[in-house]
T-cell receptor, first 110, second 118 residues
Framework: SQQGEEDPQALSIQEGENATMNCSYK?????LQWYRQNSGRGLVHLIL?????REKHSGRLRVTLDTSKKSSSLLITASRAADTASYFC??????????FGQGTELSVKP | GAVVSQHPSWVICKSGTSVKIECRSL??????MFWYRQFPKQSLMLMAT?????????EQGVEKDKFLINHASLTLSTLTVTSAHPEDSSFYIC??????????????FGPGTRLTVL
């Protein structure tokens, strides 16, 4: 079963703008991970944030986690056309399973 | 580091035949591997979890006799789709989690296998 919902389902922005994607989850998690998927390809791991962390940065990525609201956000700053992809969040539950949300399709126009 | 490969990358088969998909961790030992399937424009659905040397555990609604999983070594897991039918056509992706990688919590994904059943 899906872990939760992602918002928005599709996002179109201009190069240079920031992109924010949100993710909500249903069950308790040990950590939450964000992945990127180019069309028809496998997933690339972007960042992992643990349940006791509130914010994490990696390059142009910033992830927040609010366990009280069971939600997370991924911010991509200064977006590039190459950032065009689908982005998924996945929560790792107590059993160690990674369950994904619906995903956000990001389109960055040059 | 932490590379996962899948073979084949795509396969077309006739209805009723069986197809085997391999998932290998190339530079680390995968204590646990996961199999997902993904339909077009949709998210990944977890099918099963396999631990080296033990039986796979399947998610609710996944037929274990249809999707046979074997995790015979710390670097190889196989998914066999038995008696495939057109509705089994999908993108199958494996992931691996294991030892000696930067984070034992991170799952590393293979590039996926596109299965088309005619």
């Amino acid at each position: 079963s899906q872990q939760g919902e992602e918002d928005p389902q599709a996002l179109s922005i201009q190069e240079g703008e920031n992109a924010t994607m949100n993710c909500s989850y249903k069950t308790s998690i040990n950590n939450l991970q964000w992945y990127r998927q180019n069309s028809g390809r496998g997933l690339v791991h972007l960042i992992l944030i643990r349940s006791n962390e509130r914010e994490k940065h990696s390059g142009r990525l910033r992830v927040t986690l609010d366990t009280s609201k069971k939600s997370s956000s991924l911010l991509i700053t200064a977006s590039r056309a190459a950032d065009t992809a689908s982005y998924f969040c996945g929560g790792v539950n107590q059993g160690g399973k990674l369950i994904f949300g619906q995903g956000t399709e990001l389109s960055v126009k040059p | 580091g932490a590379v996962v490969s899948q073979h084949p990358s795509w396969v077309i088969c006739k209805s009723g035949t069986s197809v085997k998909i391999e998932c290998r961790s190339l530079d680390f030992q995968a204590t646990t591997m996961f199999w997902y399937r993904q339909f077009p424009k949709q998210s990944l659905m977890l099918m099963a979890t396999s631990n080296e040397g033990s039986k796979a555990t399947y998610e609710q609604g996944v037929e274990k006799d249809k999707f046979l999983i074997n995790h015979a070594s710390l670097t190889l897991s196989t998914l066999t789709v038995t008696s495939a039918h057109p509705e089994d056509s999908s993108f199958y992706i494996c992931s691996a989690r294991g030892l000696a990688v930067s984070s034992t919590d991170t799952q590393y994904f293979g590039p996926g296998t596109r299965l088309t059943v005619l």
